[in-house]
């Protein structure tokens, strides 16, 4: 028992110091990203990211230290991100009355729902699903929010600062293949 809980902290501390280096490195020293708010913008990108690389740990070994994890860095991701939701912060998700335009209004959307299946999950679902299923719905919108939030710089390479891609782009890579898990999780048990 206490080597499965010292793997899972030598991983959950490695994961959060590579995405802090990672996210530092790619939108604040390599990218255009200095704002007044440096360190709120880096820990919100730090606590998604890692949340995202927990998620397989998570769905693989059924350790209950992974879940927690996920669900406090989620919750604190979308604390920030409303706290950050503004003109000044993502001025591309605003029109110039400052209200959110079509991109903005996707991305927030994509969010939301994404949010509304993973506080289900939480609240031991208040919404009549299979955990299966609001699993694959919760990954779907995530990715949903992803594509949203920075598709066309997944392919715009002259934006990978430094040469390192966007956040959103590794973090579905990493979704699409925790729903292929949850998606194959049943196979796996009958065989």
């Known amino acids: 028992m206490k080597k499965k809980t010292s793997v899972a902290i030598l991983i959950v501390l490695s994961i959060l110091f590579g995405t802090i280096i990672y996210s530092y490195l790619r939108y604040i020293l390599f990218g255009k990203f200095n704002t007044d708010n440096n360190v709120v913008f880096i820990l919100n990108k730090t606590f998604i990211f890692s ?9 693989q070994t059924k350790y209950k230290l992974y879940r927690y994890l996920v669900d406090i860095l989620v919750v604190l991701h979308i604390g920030i991100s409303l706290y950050s939701l503004s003109p000044g912060f993502y001025p591309q998700f605003f029109d110039s009355d400052n209200m959110l335009n079509v991109w903005g209004i996707s991305v927030v959307s994509f969010g939301s729902i994404a949010g509304l299946f993973f506080f289900n999950a939480i609240a031991k679902q208040f919404i009549e699903i299979s955990k299966r299923w609001n699993s694959v719905f919760f990954l779907l919108f995530v990715i949903a929010h992803n594509v949203a939030l920075d598709y ?4 715009n390479f002259d934006h990978w600062y ?6 959103s782009l590794l973090t579905s890579i990493v979704l699409v293949y925790s729903l292929v898990l949850v998606l194959i999780q049943p ?3 009958k065989s």
Not at 51 to 59: D, K, Q
Not at 162 to 167: A, R, S, W
Request: hydrophobic share 60%.
């Open 51 to 59: 949340a995202v690389l927990l998620i397989p740990f998570m769905i």
């Open 152 to 155: 066309s710089g997944w392919f």
């Open 162 to 167: 430094g040469g390192l891609p966007p956040i």
């Open 187 to 189: 196979l796996r048990k």
